[in-house]
C-alpha cells in the first residue's frame, strides 16, 4: 500500500500513475492528478479520451490495472463501488439513472440508503429507533429539495419530469449520500441555455455553501471553464496537460488535440 | 370586543387573549410550522426594535418585496408598531417598476426576501436615495456579498433584542403612541394608465373595511386562510393580514408560489378570495382534467356538469327545480361536485370571492353549479378593496352585490359609481393634484366606473366608464364584455377586442399555452414555444370554432368579424397588463395600431416588430407575422 504521509490533508483524491486497459485498448495510461479539498476539478478532452473511463475507476466501477488511487489518503483502487458510496464519493451519470417510476422524493430517500442503519425488522415495523431514523433523513432529504427547487415535484412521477430536471433529481440524488467527493458525469450534457446555467447555479452552490469537493466531466468548454479551479484535458487515454482553467487554454497541445481532432469543440 | 385604533394593538391584544392559539403558518421543507399569537407579536417586537435601532421612525416608509411568508407580514406589522408605513411592491416587478415605485415613497428600509430581490434592489440603488438599510430574510447566495448597506433579518433581530434591554418601555411606549388616522399601509396601484400612484390607507381605514368583512361574513377566530396573492395587493393585506389579526384567524403561507393549488388543498381554507384570472385558470384547469380522464370519469363530469348548469340556470331564474333533476343534482354532489370541491381544496369553504375585475358569467355560474359558494366582491384600493359584497343568497354574475353597511354609494349624474365611508383613503402620496381629481367636490371618491344600483339596490357595474363605446352604427360595444365571453373558452387565456368608432367588432386573441400544448399533444402536432403554436393552422382553426360558438351567443351587431392569435402571450413585463392582469388600452392600442389598422382596412396579414422585456429589464425585438381571420 502507497505511504500516504507527506501527501497534505489538502489533497482529496490522489490519482497516481493509474492505467486501464480493455483488452488490446489502453483506456487510461499513466494518469496521476490531485483533486485538492473544496475545489472543482473538472476532467475535459475529446470523444474516447478516457474520462469516463477515469470517473469509473474513481467510482469503483473499474478497478484499475496499474496505478493507484487514494480517498482521503486512503486506497480505494481495489475498492467495490457499493462501498466506495459509503466512504463518501457520490457520482451522478452521463445517461440518468433513476427509477422512473418512483417519485422524487422516493429517489432522493434511496440516495440515503447507505446512511440507514435500521435493519429490515426495524424498519418494517416503523417504530422506536427506525422512525426516528426515518424521519431525520426526510429532514435532510427535505433540505436538497429545497436546495434545488424541487418543492413543487416532490410527489411527481420522475419518469414524466423533464430531462433538465431529471438532471437535477439525479444531482439531488447523489447529495442525499452526503458525499465528501462529488462526481458528474456530463452534467449539462444535452441541456438547454437555461436549464445549463440553473445546474451551474447549482454545482456552485454545492461546493461553495456545502464545501463539497466535485470532480466534473463536461464537454461544454465555456462551462468549465467558468466554473472550474483546475482543468485535466485528457486525449488517447492520456494526460496532455493541468492548470487553471488559463493555463490550459493557453497550452499549444489542448488547442491542437482539440482542432487537430475530428471531434472539433471550441476551446472558449 | 372593544375597538382598538391601530393593527398593532389587536396585535398584543390577540397575543393576550388568545396567546397559544395559531397566528400563522408556513411550509416549510414539507412541513407546516405554526406560530402562534404570542409567537407573532414576540416575532414583531425584535423586528420593530431592530429596525428602531437602524433608525426607522414614525412616518418612515418600509418597503417589502417577496412572496407571502411570516417575516413580511410582520415586517409590516413592525413598520406600524414604530408608526411607519409599510410598501409592499409586487416581487415580480422588473427593476424599472420597482425603482419607480421606491424612489417614489422614499423607502428608507427594505425588506427583501431573498437573494434575486436583493439583486434587484442593488441594481436600482442609485435611483434610491432615501434607502439607508436593506434587509434579507433568505440567507441563501448571500455570502460573497459586501455592500454596506445589507443586513439579515436575524441580524435586525437580534440588534432588536438588545434595543429592547437598552430601552426598556420604548416598544410600548410607541405602539401607544399609534392612532386610528395614522397612515399604515401605501399601496401602489397597478395602474392601467400611467405610472402608478400611492394610495395612503390608515390604521382607521383599514380595520374599518376589516370589520365590515368579518360582519359580513361571520370571519371566527377558527377560520383559516391561504396568503397567497400579492403583498402588494391591497386585498392580501385587508382580506389576509387585517381580518387575521381583527378576529385571530389563521394565515397560511404556501411552501412556494409554484405549489399553491396543492397547499391550497392541504389547508383546507374556510374562505377563499381570488382575482377572475385564478378562477379561470382553476376552469381550464378542471376542464382539461376533466377532458384527459378515463371514458367512464368523462362521462360522469360532462353529464353532472350539465345538470348542474341547469339546476344553477333555474335556480338564477327563480323557477322551481323538478323532482328528477333535483335528486340527480343529490347524485351529482355525491359522485362529481364533492370529489371536485375536495381537489380543489374548497370543502370547507364557506366563501369564495371573485373581485378585482369583471368575470365572466359562464365562469360563475360554472362554479356555483359545483356548489362552490362564488360570490362577487366590488372594491378598489383607494377604498380599502372594499365597496360591496353580495349575500350568500343572492349571489349573481351582474351585479357586484349590494353596498355594504357603513359605505354609502352613489351614482353621480354621468353614471359613475362614487363611494364615501370609513374605508376611503386619504390621499395619494406625494400626488395631491391626482388626490383632488379623484374626488368630488362634495367629497365622495370618483371610481371611474361606470354603474348603476338595479331595482334590488345591487350595484352593477358597466365597465370602466372611459372603455364604453359605440359602434359604427351606435349600437353600445363594452369590449370587456366580448373579452369575458371569450376567456371563458379554456384554449384562451386573454383576449383583447376593439369596435368604439368601427363597424363591427374584432378581437386580439392569445391562447392558453398550456390547454392548447396539451389539446396539440393530444393532436401529435408537434410545436417549438409559443409563437410556433400560436400560428399553427390548426390551432387557428380551433380558435375559430370556439369563436364560432362565442358568436352564437352574441346579438349579431355585437359578433366578433375578425380576428387573429396573438404571437405572444399578454405580459406585465411588456406594460400590456398590469401586475393584477387588467389590459392597459391605451398601451395596447398604441402597440398594435397596425393591427387595428389591418383589421379595419381589410387587410389579410399583418406585420409587427414587438419590444419583449426580460425580467431583468432589458429589451429585445422579436418581428411578428400575424394573418388575419375571418370568423364565421
Known amino acids: 500500500m502507497t505511504d500516504t504521509a507527506g501527501s497534505g490533508g489538502g489533497v482529496k483524491l490522489q490519482i497516481q500513475g493509474t492505467t486501464k486497459n480493455f483488452g488490446g485498448v489502453r483506456a487510461v495510461a499513466n494518469v496521476s492528478a490531485d483533486v485538492q479539498e473544496g475545489e472543482v476539478f473538472a476532467i475535459i478532452g475529446p470523444n474516447g479520451a478516457g474520462k469516463t473511463t477515469m470517473l469509473n475507476m474513481i467510482s469503483g466501477f473499474y478497478h484499475p490495472d496499474g496505478g493507484s488511487i487514494l480517498f482521503e489518503g486512503r486506497d480505494i483502487s481495489q475498492t467495490g463501488a457499493s462501498n466506495i458510496a459509503a466512504l463518501g464519493i457520490g457520482r451522478t451519470f452521463q445517461n440518468i439513472a433513476l427509477f422512473r417510476g418512483m417519485t422524487v422524493l422516493e429517489n432522493l430517500m434511496l440516495g440515503r440508503h447507505v446512511l440507514m442503519k435500521s435493519g429490515v425488522l426495524a424498519s418494517f415495523l416503523y417504530w422506536g429507533p427506525a422512525q426516528r431514523e426515518e424521519v431525520a433523513h426526510r429532514e435532510r432529504v427535505e433540505e436538497i429539495i429545497d436546495f434545488l427547487n424541487l418543492t413543487d415535484l416532490r410527489k411527481a412521477p420522475t419518469g414524466a419530469l423533464a430531462y433538465g430536471l431529471q438532471k437535477r433529481v439525479e444531482l439531488g440524488r447523489a447529495l442525499a449520500a452526503e458525499p465528501r467527493l462529488l462526481l458528474l458525469d456530463e452534467p449539462m450534457a444535452g441541456m438547454n441555455q437555461e436549464e445549463k446555467e440553473d445546474m451551474v447555479r447549482y454545482v456552485l452552490d454545492v461546493n461553495q455553501e456545502w464545501g463539497t469537493t466535485i470532480a466534473l466531466i463536461e464537454h461544454d468548454m465555456g462551462v468549465v471553464m467558468d466554473i472550474s479551479d483546475h482543468v485535466m484535458v485528457m486525449d488517447m487515454g492520456e494526460k496532455i496537460s493541468q492548470g487553471t482553467p488559463d493555463e490550459v487554454r493557453a497550452d499549444p497541445k489542448v488547442i491542437e488535440a482539440y482542432l487537430g481532432s475530428s471531434d472539433h469543440k471550441e476551446v472558449a | 370586543m372593544a375597538e382598538l385604533a391601530t393593527l398593532p394593538e389587536y396585535m398584543l391584544r390577540n397575543a393576550v387573549e388568545m396567546g397559544g392559539q395559531p397566528a400563522i403558518r408556513l411550509k416549510e421543507l414539507g412541513i407546516w410550522e405554526s406560530y402562534t399569537w404570542s409567537q407573532y407579536a414576540a416575532q414583531v417586537r425584535e423586528l420593530s426594535l431592530g429596525l428602531a435601532s437602524l433608525g426607522f421612525g414614525r412616518e418612515d ?26 410598501v409592499p411592491v409586487y416581487q415580480d416587478g422588473i427593476a424599472k417598476e420597482l425603482a419607480f415605485v421606491l424612489q417614489h415613497a422614499q423607502a428608507k428600509i427594505i425588506v427583501a426576501e431573498n437573494q434575486e430581490q436583493v439583486d434587484k434592489i442593488l441594481s436600482i440603488r442609485d435611483e434610491l436615495p432615501d434607502l439607508q438599510w436593506l434587509i434579507y430574510s433568505d440567507e441563501r447566495g448571500m455570502v460573497g456579498y459586501d455592500e454596506d448597506i445589507l443586513r439579515s433579518y436575524a441580524e435586525v433581530q437580534a440588534a432588536g433584542r438588545s434595543f429592547d434591554s437598552a430601552n426598556a418601555g420604548y416598544f410600548d411606549a410607541e405602539v401607544g403612541k399609534g392612532k ?34 368579518v360582519a359580513n361574513e361571520d370571519v371566527r377566530a377558527s377560520d383559516n386562510f391561504l396568503a397567497y396573492l400579492p403583498m402588494a395587493w391591497v386585498g392580501d393585506t385587508v382580506y389576509g393580514l387585517v381580518i387575521s389579526l381583527l378576529v385571530g384567524a389563521t394565515n397560511n403561507c404556501p411552501e412556494r408560489p409554484s405549489t399553491v393549488m396543492r397547499d391550497l388543498r392541504e389547508i383546507g381554507p374556510t374562505g377563499i378570495i381570488a382575482p377572475p384570472a385564478i378562477w379561470e385558470g382553476m376552469l381550464s384547469d378542471l376542464q382539461l382534467r376533466g377532458a384527459s380522464a378515463s371514458p367512464m370519469k368523462r362521462r360522469a363530469f360532462t353529464y353532472f356538469s350539465g345538470i348542474a348548469q341547469r339546476i344553477e340556470d333555474l335556480k338564477f331564474d327563480g323557477k322551481n327545480i323538478p323532482l328528477g333533476l333535483s335528486l340527480l343534482g343529490k347524485l351529482g354532489e355525491f359522485i362529481v361536485f364533492g370529489p371536485i370541491r375536495d381537489q380543489l381544496g374548497m370543502r370547507r369553504a364557506r366563501w369564495c370571492l371573485t373581485g378585482g375585475a369583471p368575470m365572466g358569467p359562464d365562469t360563475f355560474r360554472f362554479f356555483r353549479g359545483f356548489g362552490i359558494n362564488l360570490k362577487q366582491v366590488y372594491g378598489m384600493t383607494e377604498v380599502g378593496g372594499l365597496v360591496s359584497l353580495q349575500p350568500d343568497n343572492q349571489a349573481s ?3 357586484v352585490g349590494a353596498p355594504c353597511a357603513g359605505i354609502e354609494v352613489r351614482i353621480a349624474d354621468d353614471g359613475e359609481v362614487q363611494v364615501k365611508g370609513e374605508g376611503v383613503f386619504v390621499g395619494y402620496f406625494r400626488q395631491e393634484e391626482k388626490t383632488a381629481e379623484a374626488m368630488s367636490e362634495d367629497g365622495w371618491f370618483r371610481t371611474g366606473d361606470a354603474g348603476l344600483l338595479n331595482e334590488n339596490g345591487h350595484l352593477v357595474i358597466i365597465d370602466r366608464a372611459k372603455d364604453v363605446g359605440k359602434l359604427g352604427d351606435g349600437t353600445p360595444f363594452s369590449p370587456q364584455f366580448v373579452e369575458l365571453k371569450l376567456k371563458f373558452s379554456p384554449f384562451i387565456n386573454e383576449a383583447v377586442s376593439f369596435g368604439d368608432g368601427q363597424p363591427f367588432v374584432s378581437a386580439m386573441v392569445a391562447i392558453d399555452f398550456e390547454t392548447v400544448g396539451k389539446w396539440a399533444e393530444g393532436q401529435t402536432l408537434p410545436y417549438t414555444n409559443y409563437m410556433d403554436l400560436s400560428q399553427k393552422p390548426e390551432v387557428v382553426a380551433l380558435i375559430s370554432e370556439e369563436i364560432r360558438k362565442i358568436n352564437q351567443g352574441l346579438p349579431e351587431v355585437s359578433r366578433i368579424k375578425r380576428f387573429l392569435l396573438l404571437s405572444k402571450d399578454l405580459d406585465a413585463d411588456d406594460n400590456e397588463i398590469t401586475r393584477t392582469r387588467k389590459l392597459r388600452r391605451g398601451f395596447i392600442a398604441e402597440k398594435y395600431g397596425p393591427v387595428i389598422k389591418a383589421f379595419y382596412g381589410g387587410e389579410q396579414e399583418v406585420e409587427l416588430r414587438l419590444a419583449v422585456t426580460f425580467e431583468d429589464g432589458s429589451e429585445s425585438f422579436v418581428d411578428a407575422h400575424m394573418t388575419i381571420q375571418e370568423a364565421a
Open chain 2, 61 to 86: 416608509k418600509l418597503g417589502i418585496i417577496g412572496t407571502n411568508l411570516p417575516r413580511l407580514y410582520w415586517a409590516q406589522v413592525a413598520a406600524q408598531c414604530l408608526g411607519g408605513m409599510a
Open chain 2, 180 to 213: 386610528s388616522s395614522d397612515v399604515a399601509l401605501i399601496c401602489y396601484t397597478s395602474g392601467t394608465t400611467g405610472d402608478p400612484k400611492g394610495v395612503m390607507l390608515t390604521h382607521g381605514n383599514l380595520l374599518s373595511c376589516g370589520r365590515i368583512f
Open chain 2, 397 to 399: 354574475p351582474d351585479t
